[in-house]
């Protein structure tokens, strides 16, 4: 199954303006974020840019772009959009939508979405980690993924995802890691979808592949990769990297 990695980005952040271009150790965020995603090897590398502005920066580090219409609603449209402006002829069946936002990434999370989707059969794959910080468990802005895991808990069916503490009772949580891997059908089929009524309650766009009876299939990983959403967690990257 042939893959390439799309990664959204555009400037219209409200907690950090113009996130995609915020300097890190000399470089944009979103060329840090084109290089982990080269180092995972699976294919190559495109940026749906909302702006022209990312396109050139990209562009000029080496990277690929495309540009995409700036209205469109989600990154998964932005992907869609790239994917189909990029490759006409349909060369590649399969497509890894990885956040701009995540400069840090261990290229493996890559590798390991990807190779869930092409072994699990399934047409959506994601990650998902333990969750550790106890305050994180009732933290509405921490994504959380029920998954119904296998014997060795590597790997399972998401039944469900939620903004609240979920499931009830003992037992670890999971925080859901927002890389998305889809089939090419599936991803064309997501974006025809209409918004649903979960994804509306809980704002959170992969319900309306489960109300729709999409299987996704989860990884789990050890460790949530750092997502640049304010200005703190730009310190944080910022400092992460310059010590490396």
């Known amino acids: 199954m042939s893959t390439i990695i799309v990664i959204p980005a555009r400037l219209g952040s409200t907690r950090l303006p113009r996130k995609p271009l915020a300097d890190i150790a000399g470089e944009a965020m979103i060329v840090r974020v084109w290089r982990q995603a080269m180092k995972a090897g699976i294919g190559p590398v495109l940026v749906a840019a909302a702006e022209e502005e990312i396109a050139q920066t990209v562009r000029r580090a080496g990277g690929d772009a495309v540009l995409t219409d700036a209205a469109l609603p989600s990154g998964s449209d932005r992907v869609h959009q790239a994917l189909t402006r990029h490759d006409p002829q349909r060369q590649?069946?399969?497509?890894?939508?990885?956040?701009?936002?995540?400069?840090?990434?261990?290229?493996?999370?890559?590798?390991?979405?990807?190779?869930?989707l092409r072994e699990s059969g399934a047409g959506i794959a994601t990650l998902a980690a333990p969750i550790v910080d106890d305050p994180?468990?009732?933290?509405?802005s921490v994504v959380k993924a029920v998954v119904a895991w296998n014997s060795g808990g590597s790997r399972g069916r998401a039944l469900y995802f939620t903004?609240?503490?979920?499931p009830a009772g003992?037992?670890?949580?999971?925080?859901?890691?927002?890389?998305?891997a889809f089939t090419r059908?599936?991803?064309?089929?997501f974006v025809a979808l209409p918004v649903s009524p979960l994804e509306l309650r809980e704002k959170l766009e992969q319900l309306r592949a489960l109300e729709a009876g999409m299987a996704i299939?989860?990884?789990?990983?050890d460790a949530v990769p750092l997502?640049?959403?304010?200005?703190?967690?730009?310190?944080?990257?910022r400092q992460m990297i310059g010590r490396t």
């Open 92 to 116: 590649f069946q399969a497509v890894v939508n990885l956040q701009g936002d995540l400069p840090a990434l261990d290229p493996e999370a890559i590798r390991r979405v990807a190779g869930t």
């Open 136 to 140: 994180e468990r009732d933290n509405p």
């Open 163 to 166: 903004r609240a503490r979920a």
């Open 170 to 180: 003992d037992g670890p949580l999971f925080h859901h890691v927002g890389i998305y």
């Open 185 to 189: 059908q599936a991803l064309e089929r």
């Open 217 to 221: 299939e989860v990884a789990r990983i």
């Open 227 to 237: 997502s640049v959403d304010t200005p703190q967690d730009l310190e944080q990257a």
